[in-house]
């Protein structure tokens, strides 16, 4: 059984967005989107085009403010999410993370003993507080009635990139190293599980209402590797916060983890799930009633591209498939550039229809 802390039921009085997680109805459910914030908004490039490189507008808290609530401005979502990057934490511990135009990221890559011994633990708080300044600048200037979303990469998917150096299809390089060098993959995955609770804990302390713990590559692990390198670390993380923030909501996003994602909300012991855009409606209902968690999710991103009868006969039937559940609609995976805002303005409109 799940206890709704007292401390939430209040605050959900005011932020529609908490309702799912205190089980308080709602008329319509909930609707942010991941990468609500990005390139597929004009206002998003013209401040991005003047903050200089991504990192740099990602640690310039009056940019990055104004791009967090840029999507609210404009659509009205129940939550803003922290304008961040899941690649600071990498960033914050010292390894070199540059976002070349259009190609993605670039780092260091870690590949022994001596590699992880540069990392500097000693630093990360420090270089965080341009980003707990973010969340607290966000926080004074958002409505009353929008929830905050601050979050991390899971130890699992930054190491991905942390080895890998960049992003890849398969992960090959970090699964490689967690079955060669298990003890040094292992010491990274405690590095960035103990760098990403300062992380957190930061932006709690300064205003997020909820966190999302994102693991994109979940999903290129065998059962016993997912136990021990996504599971375990992100129980670790949630145990953590939990000690500090009991009233705090959590949700883990196990991109791709398929039949394992009802045994992660279990083990982990997050209060949300947020299921990608290959998930069953049915099995998101299924989850939701096995497991009481609140499930988010999960529109195609493309449909958003698409629009029209496609997005509304979709966006309908996920609707009914989750009635009556604790629910958040979100998309499966992050917009992509190309998405119409129009569509994005449109579909708030059809959930609230509901
Ligand atoms: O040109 C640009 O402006 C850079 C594009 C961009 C943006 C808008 C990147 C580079 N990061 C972000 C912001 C971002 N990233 C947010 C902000 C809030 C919001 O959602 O609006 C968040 C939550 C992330 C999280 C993130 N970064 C993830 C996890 C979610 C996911 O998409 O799977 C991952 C894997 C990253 C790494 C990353 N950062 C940027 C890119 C292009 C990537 C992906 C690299 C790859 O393809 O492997």
Redesign the pocket.
């Given at each position: 059984m799940r206890e709704i802390p007292s401390g939430l039921i209040e605050r959900a009085r005011q932020r529609p967005f908490l309702k799912p997680f205190a089980r308080q109805a709602v008329g319509a459910p909930p609707i942010w989107l991941?990468?609500?914030?990005?390139?597929y908004l004009p206002e998003?490039r013209e401040v991005?085009a003047k903050a200089g490189s991504?990192l740099d507008?990602c640690y310039n808290p009056e940019l990055a403010s104004e791009v967090?609530i840029q999507?609210i401005r404009r659509f009205g979502f129940d939550a803003a999410?922290?304008?961040?990057?899941?690649?600071v934490v990498p960033h914050a511990l010292g390894q070199t993370v540059t976002?070349a135009?259009?190609e993605?990221?670039r780092l260091d890559p870690i590949r022994s003993a001596m590699d992880l011994a540069r990392l500097n633990e000693l630093q990360v708080g420090r270089k965080f507080e341009l980003v707990f300044e973010t969340v607290r600048r966000t926080r004074a200037a958002l409505p009353a009635e929008t929830a905050l979303i601050g979050?991390c990469?899971a130890p699992w998917?930054v190491a991905t990139?942390m080895v890998g150096g960049?992003?890849?299809v398969d992960q090959a390089e970090a699964r490689l190293m967690a079955y060669q060098e298990p003890e040094i993959f292992s010491q990274l995955i405690d590095i960035i599980s103990t760098a990403s609770v300062t992380y957190l804990d930061g932006q709690v302390a300064a205003g997020a209402d909820a966190i999302?713990i994102?693991d994109?590559?979940a999903g290129s692990l065998p059962d016993d590797e997912f136990d021990r390198w996504v599971v375990a670390p992100t129980r670790r993380i949630v145990r953590e916060l939990k000690q500090r923030y009991p009233a705090l909501p959590i949700i883990g996003?196990p991109?791709a983890a398929g039949d394992k994602i009802a045994h992660y909300v279990r083990e982990t012991g997050v209060d949300g799930v947020s299921c990608d855009t290959t998930f069953s409606i049915r099995g998101m209902a299924e989850l939701s009633s096995a497991e009481n968690v609140v499930v988010q999710g999960n529109l195609d991103p493309l449909l958003l591209v698409t629009g029209g009868a496609a997005l509304e006969k979709r966006v309908e039937e996920i609707l009914t498939a989750v009635s009556g559940r604790p629910f958040i609609f979100n998309l499966g995976?992050?917009i992509v550039p190309q998405t119409p805002p129009e569509n994005v303005a449109k579909l708030v409109q059809l959930v609230r229809r509901g």
């Open positions: 991941m990468r609500q914030a990005g390139r998003y991005r991504f507008l967090t999507p999410i922290l304008f961040s990057d899941i690649l976002f135009e259009g993605g990221p979050f990469g998917t990139y960049r992003g890849s999302q994102f994109s590559w996003f991109r995976h992050g």
